[in-house]
């Protein structure tokens, strides 16, 4: 039925089908494709500015809190000088006092038993509030300072927890230093500070526009934010006492998906001073509002251009029409015999052409016929002579078709490889190319760095350099052996300086991961017939993806012996790792293989070594294999001919 709906369909609407579809399909096709590109662009972008936000306040919380404790110990170091006078100490705390704008109170206090009494206290009388200019500080702050004094206050510096008072619209934090003067024993130097300055710091994120910025600690408390953030996954809050118990620093994104509040994209960064983690968290639905305008855009704009379509087929197929009619009418008069006809249409486009083409047919018709016998005679001889020439030439097709499916699949190879490389490049380029702008960046802006942050921001710059160079090393090997331009020089190799020489290269990365290397040689004949250089090269990769696989403490054997093979010697590096699974065997030494077995120390891969080891390897006459069981390990071995080799 749908054939025959088709087969008598006007032309008219056939066209008018045609120019919508030809106007819906590559509008919907460029339109999906570009919401994709936005969404993983803007998905990627925003992981990142949260990972920013995160990282900027919780380096501008440890730069603060540093800068306050740093405060506290000077004005400590004072106080517990024996050759300065009472009066002086205090005239000292009211300087410190005066001069510091964080700072909001200072108390020396002394435990004595079961109490702490206060010596001196002393705090600032005004602060300065946002829209409502100096404020009087309650009499009653210092209260929330020195009540409830922890233990931990009186053996080490403390950072206490921070709290919002009321009464002056701000965010404190107490810190206690220890004092170790003999006139002060068991004392302490408690001090308040004012944190507006890292407040507005979080409520200056752009995250904090369209998310929510707030700083948690192991008693799942939300503080330095003056939202109400209630409505948040509780998986969140568990995050945060998960990062708080590994006692590392560690920067973390993850997606959470909630029945009642939706999905979000949270960051967290744990804080060096303090055991503080800094949470940025947003919406997904409020961050990718963009796509949803971009798919109403393109929505409206494929539904204007239909109408206009539709507009356009319908007048253009009324126009063509109508002398499409007339002839039809001649051309029913020719099929009836009347040969002599005449089309009044005076246009010279293709219906005019058209129109005379029909009258000359007419004309043309009556000689044509008085030929077509003799035609036909000659046609029954020329068929005969046409298939003999139409198989030859269909075998010539046949072969040619041969040919450009070779040529075909040989491309397409070369465009898959291109593909990977590109792919590779980027992904593995773009890593270390990320850590030495972000490092660049911070020592470029950061001035207040001491010398050792400074070194290992250089140290953290130059390791992602190596690795940019590694990769563009390997690439540039793989290019010189596909096209022929590494040079071979053969000569007489001890093996045994090769495995001296890479044990020495790897000294520091065996040490790191506590591998002990085992050796064995069961020959007394080293030398083999390769090239120094090239020889280094393999043996170098295949031992740094041993200690790449291998857990610590495990153990490496490479075992130097004669080969089955006449006048060929064997070398065997063996590893404790996670071997290979069959799959990975059948492409191991392929360019770019992705395998299963990942790096147990954070090492980075390109997927090239084992392809480059390979066609190194035959390019000296010599052999690789490998023998692997998953979860036990991986032996590879290679076979040189010996220096005296002779065929």
Partial sequence: MKLNFFKYTKWQVKLTWLLVAMSIIPGLIISYKIVDIIKDELKYNINEQLKYSSETISNSIDISLKKYIETLNLTAGFLDKQDISGETKVS????????????????????????????????????????????????????????????????????????????????????????NSEAIKNGILAASFDLSDLEKVIDNSIVNRIGNVFVSDKNEDKFLTTRIITKIPFEITSDVLTILKSNTNITLVKNYRSNNYGDFVSSFVKTSIADWVVVSVINEKAAYVTIDETLI???????????????IAFLFS??????????????????????????????????????????????????????????????????????????????????????????????????????????????????????????????????????????????????????????????????AIEQGKLNVKMTSVSLQLVVD???????????????????????????????????????????SNAIKFSQPNKKIYITIRNSEEPQHIDISIKDEGPGFTENDKKKLFQKFAKLSARPTGGEHSTGLGLSIVKKLVEMMNGKIRVESEHGKGAEFILTFPQANYTE
């Fill in 318 to 479: 009324r126009h063509l029409s109508k002398p499409i009619i007339k002839m039809a009418e001649v051309s029913n008069q020719i099929s009836l015999g009347k040969y002599d006809v005449e089309i009044k249409y005076t246009a010279k486009d293709s219906i005019g052409l058209l129109g005379n083409s029909l009258v000359q047919m007419g004309k043309q018709l009556k000689q044509n016929f008085n030929k077509i016998e003799d035609q036909k005679k000659q046609l029954e001889d020329y068929s005969k002579n046409l298939e003999i020439k139409v198989e030859e030439r269909t075998t010539q097709l046949n072969e040619s078709n041969q040919e450009l499916k070779k040529a075909y699949h040989r491309v397409l190879e070369l465009n898959q490889e291109k593909n990977e490389f590109l792919g590779i490049a980027a992904h593995d380029l773009k890593n270390p190319l990320t850590a030495i702008s972000s490092f660049a960046e911070i020592l470029k802006t950061d001035k207040e760095l001491n010398p050792v942050q400074f070194d290992d921001f250089l140290n953290e710059i130059i390791k992602a350099s190596g690795r940019m160079f590694s990769i563009v090393k390997n690439l540039l090997d793989v290019n």
């Fill in 297 to 311: 855009f393109f929505s409206t704009f494929l539904g204007i251009t239909v109408l206009i379509s539709i507009f």
């Fill in 501 to 543: 020489e890479m044990l020495s290269q790897f000294s520091e990365a065996l040490q790191k991961k506590k591998i002990e290397i085992i050796q064995s040689n069961q020959t007394d004949d080293f030398e083999i017939l390769a090239d120094f250089n090239i020889t280094l090269q393999v043996v170098q990769n295949i031992i």
């Fill in 92 to 179: 000292l705390l009211v300087s410190q006092l005066e001069k510091s704008k964080n700072l909001l109170s200072l108390h020396v206090l002394v435990k004595e038993k079961n109490s702490t009494n206060e010596v001196v206290s002393i705090q600032k009388e005004f602060v300065e509030v946002k829209n409502k200019g100096k404020v009087l500080l309650p009499k009653d702050f210092k209260n929330s300072i020195i009540k409830d004094i922890p233990k931990e206050a009186f053996t080490d510096t403390y950072i206490g927890k921070p709290f919002f008072n009321k009464g002056i619209r701000k965010w404190v934090v107490s810190i206690f230093i220890r004092l």
